[in-house]
Every structure is written in C-alpha cells, then in structure tokens.
C-alpha cells in the first residue's frame, strides 16, 4: 500500500485560523497606539468596500493598517498566509510597494525602522514587472526581496500564498485563479531566525524613497493560518 503526502500541508504545535475579510468589524481609525489605520498625504491604506485599499502610495508613504491577531503571535517556525484576490495598478510609471503581511508593530517599512516582518508586495521592480512577490525585515535591518516577476501584464486578480516554512525559509507562491491549482511563480526566501513574535496583520507602505511613484491597490481577504503550510 502506497500514501501521497501533500509537502505543503504538515502541523505544528498551536494550531487556528483568523480570516480578514475587511467587513465593518475592521478597524477603521487609530489614535493613542490602537492599531487601524493612518493615513497621510501621500497615500492612504484602509479599508473600503470591504476591501484592504491602498490610495494614492507613494515611496514616501507613512500609511498602515493593522490589526492584532486574536489568538496572539504566529509560530515563529510554521504558518501560512492566503491572499485572494489582490489588484494593483500602476498609477506612475515606476511604482511605489504597497505590502500586506505579519508584523510584530504598527509602522511603515522603512529600512530604518525598528519592527519585524514577512510577507507580500503589490508592486513591481522597477516600471515593467508587476507581478506580487515576497518580502522579510528583522529589526532595524533592511528589507529583503524575492526575485521579481514579471506578472501577467496588468498586476490584477492574483491570489498568493506564503509558507514560513521553518525559523529561516519562507516560500512564496502566486497562482492566476482561486483555484491555486498551478502557480506562475515559486520562490523560497531565507528569513532571519530573529523575525518572531508576529502578533498582527500589517498593511503599509514603505516611507522611503523620491516620490511621484503612486500605486493603487486593493486585496479581497487576508486568511492566516497558524501551525501549518497548508492552502
């Protein structure tokens, strides 16, 4: 008698599930620390329509939104990350990063800036690849990119998936359909072993950089899943 094993459904230790689906339970204000969202004059992230939204982000871009998990910190070894449905549109001819992940604060990413942090990016590299890809920040360090991709044209309906596979590999899959029955893109990203405690949804921009590189984007639902690289 033979098994298939999945490679990308094992559990470890606590095991849940928290979907975002951006409905009026989100917070929609921050004052005093609260996470939610901040919004600056060159660009704003909320939510809208039932929708994670970023307007208007510049590289420059201060904005964030968030939100605390309810049953704390992720693992800092095994957990997934599913983005449905994510639309981004260039809005200048070179694009600022809009990016949705696991955070253990409330703030942009700017290199300088002390927090930790895994996950996506709606934006290209550079003005012609404008597919999603993976990032990661330990501290005060500065961020680290996936290879870019070239996406399919437009940086429209894409649904992501991200693996933290262990305390240093991440993997980051991005498929055209809800489906994720056939990924266009596949890539593993080292992580430092130092990015734990992630306890929040992080949506943000980046606060570095020349402007006049707005992006436009929204994402449908955020799905994490602790304890387990499962889609």
């Known amino acids: 008698m033979s098994f298939l094993i999945n490679p990308y459904s094992f559990a470890s230790g606590d095991t849940w599930e928290e979907t975002f689906d951006f409905g009026s339970s989100f917070p929609t204000a921050v004052s005093n620390g609260d996470t939610g969202t901040y919004s600056s004059t060159i660009g704003s992230v909320y939510v809208l329509n039932n929708e994670m939204t970023y307007a208007g982000v510049d590289q420059p871009c201060a ?16 957990w997934t990350m599913l983005a449905n449905e994510t639309i981004w549109t260039k809005v200048d001819a070179v694009p600022a990063p809009c990016f949705y992940g696991a955070s253990n604060a409330n703030n942009n990413l700017k290199d300088s800036n002390d927090l930790n942090y895994l996950g996506g990016l709606l934006a290209g590299c550079g003005p012609s690849a404008f597919g999603d890809h ?23 309906d894409n649904w992501t998936t991200l693996f933290r596979e262990s305390a240093t590999t991440s993997r980051f899959k991005n498929y055209p359909t809800s489906a994720r029955s056939s990924d266009d893109y596949n890539y593993t990203l080292t ?16 606060n570095a950089g020349p ?3 707005k992006s436009d984007a929204t994402i ?8 387990v690289n499962s889609e």
């Open 63 to 78: 904005s964030y939104s968030s939100q605390l998990f309810t049953a704390g910190a992720l693992s800092d070894t095994m």
């Open 134 to 156: 993976a990032t990661t920040k330990y501290g005060t360090t500065s961020l680290a990119y996936s290879t870019c991709w070239a996406g399919n044209g437009s940086g429209s």
């Open 191 to 206: 992580v430092d072993s130092g990015t734990t405690g992630l306890d929040r949804l992080l949506c943000c921009g980046q």
């Open 211 to 213: 402007g006049g590189r």
């Open 220 to 227: 449908d639902q955020l799905v994490f899943k602790n304890g």
